[in-house]
C-alpha cells in the first residue's frame, strides 16, 4: 500500500518494453509515471514532483546532453539515472559534470538498474 510519502519515480524511455520489469518491481514502492520518449517532459519536470528520473533513450552525445541540461534546468533537485546506447567519454564526462547520478550502457542490465533506483531512493 503506498502513503502520500511514496516515492515518484519516473521512467522515460523510447521504448517502454525495456523498462517494463524494472517498472513492474519498482511500482510496489512508488509511484510511477511511465512516458514513451521525452516529448512529454518538459510539463512533467515542470512539476517537480519526482525523485528520481530514469532517462533512457538512444540519442547521439550533444542531443542527450541537451536533453539532460533540459531536464536539470526544469527540475534541479531530482536524482537522474541515465540509460544511453551511445556511451562515450564525452557524454559520460558532461553527463556527470551536470549532475546526472549514474549511468547504465544499453542494453540495461535490469536488476542492476533497479537496484541502483532503490539505493539512490533509500539514501535520499
Not at 521525452?38 to 542527450?64: F, H, N, S, W
Amino acid at each position: 500500500m503506498m502513503t502520500e510519502a511514496s516515492a515518484r519515480i519516473l521512467l522515460c524511455c523510447e521504448n517502454l518494453a525495456e523498462m517494463g520489469p524494472i517498472a513492474l518491481a519498482l511500482a510496489e514502492k512508488s509511484i510511477l509515471t511511465l512516458v514513451r520518449g521525452v516529448r512529454d517532459l518538459t510539463p512533467m519536470l515542470a512539476e517537480g514532483r519526482y525523485q528520481i528520473i530514469t532517462l533512457c533513450v538512444r540519442k547521439q552525445t550533444e542531443e542527450t546532453l541537451s536533453i539532460l541540461r533540459q531536464m536539470i534546468k526544469l527540475s534541479p533537485q531530482t536524482c537522474i539515472v541515465l540509460v544511453n546506447g551511445h556511451p562515450n567519454q564525452e557524454l559520460l564526462h558532461e553527463a556527470f559534470r551536470l549532475g546526472i547520478k549514474d549511468f547504465f550502457p544499453a542494453p540495461v542490465n535490469q536488476a542492476l538498474l533497479i537496484e541502483r533506483i532503490e539505493h539512490l531512493l533509500s539514501s535520499a
